[in-house]
């Protein structure tokens, strides 16, 4: 079970402080004494999205760092109240922007991203960054067919907002509960898009929808990398944003690499798998591969197929 202490949205707010402090050890697991765990968040919401695994994960004995977006580095109710600082930001910025913490730290940490946060995670560690990496519900990059009939009913609509890639762009809560929590019962999925959703830039959506047209993509990355770092793919198979046959696309494209990759899916787990009921089996699984890293140090062996047992 999680931690009892939640943490609060200053909590998840990286600072120079939190930067100086060591991570601390994993609980009960093998391998390095020290590991830090970088958390980074998709679009239409903040890092408070993390709430769940951040306890969960620090209970087990991990250091959590989960920075925002630039220009979310605000309360919910701030970000509703001006969106205006992400008009216009794209994803080499943001990407950018998670660089420069994670070469600040002092050891590669573990990163983990969901939706749009995936998607980072895939650039940051095609750069070299990172010890390894989870991708939960992440959305595609470049050379990975994404435009499944129900995610361009979920996110479609921002594509056909005129000059849309410069604006601010909001989601209605009809659109939110198809593509995140359509398995939810309206109070609760209510609950959701009051307490966290926000207006986004929509510069990330043009992008990563258009990333076949663009030579020059933000949105790529080397499949073939050779020194990519361990990766696991992690699919809800009720989602309808990402759906599970893209996360399995991610997953064998990255598998022209000799890296280890792994694939994980979860029946009946929407987009919101980070934080609707049972969320603690996925935060489980995750720190299960994690700690499997250390079990053996063959980890380039990969699985044989996307539903191999995670192992290494």
Not at 21 to 42: K, M, Y
Not at 206 to 229: G, I
Not at 256 to 276: D, K, M, N, V
Request: proline share 9%; glycine share 8%; net charge neutral.
């Amino acid at each position: 079970m999680a931690s009892t202490a939640e943490p609060t949205v200053e909590m998840l707010d990286l600072d120079a402080a939190s930067l100086r402090d060591g991570p601390v050890p994993p609980r009960g697991g093998r391998g390095p004494g020290r590991q830090t765990v970088v958390f980074v968040h998709g679009g239409w919401i903040t890092p408070a999205c993390w709430r769940e695994f951040i306890s969960f994960f620090e209970a087990n004995g991990y250091r959590c760092l989960a920075p925002a977006w630039p220009g979310k580095e605000r309360s919910v109710e701030a970000i509703r109240a001006d969106p205006s600082p992400l008009a216009g930001l794209g994803i080499s910025e943001i990407v950018d922007d998670y660089e420069r913490i994670i070469r600040s730290l002092d050891e590669p940490p573990i990163l983990i991203g969901h939706s749009f946060g995936g998607l980072f995670v895939q650039v940051l560690l095609d750069r070299g960054l990172g010890r390894a990496g989870i991708l939960i519900d992440s959305a595609a990059p470049k050379g990975v067919f994404a435009l499944e009939p129900t995610t361009l009913l979920s996110l479609g609509r921002i594509l056909l907002i005129p000059f849309g890639w410069r604006k601010v762009v909001r989601w209605s809560y009809t659109e939110f509960r198809y593509a995140f929590v359509h398995t939810m019962p309206h109070d609760k999925a209510r609950a959701i898009w009051d307490a966290q959703i926000v207006p986004d830039s929509g510069r990330p959506f043009f992008e990563a929808a258009l990333s076949a047209f663009d030579r020059t993509s933000p949105a790529s990355v080397n499949f073939a990398n050779p020194e990519r770092p361990p990766l696991l793919v992690v699919a809800g198979e009720a989602d309808r944003a990402i759906p599970p046959r893209v996360a399995r696309r991610i997953f064998r494209a990255h598998q022209a690499s000799p890296a280890h990759t792994a694939f994980r899916s979860f029946p009946g787990r929407t987009h919101w798998l980070i934080a609707q009921d049972g969320w603690e089996e996925v935060a489980q699984a995750c720190v299960d591969w994690i700690r499997s890293l250390y079990v053996s140090r063959s980890a380039r062996t990969r699985p044989n197929s996307p539903d191999t047992p995670l192992r290494v």
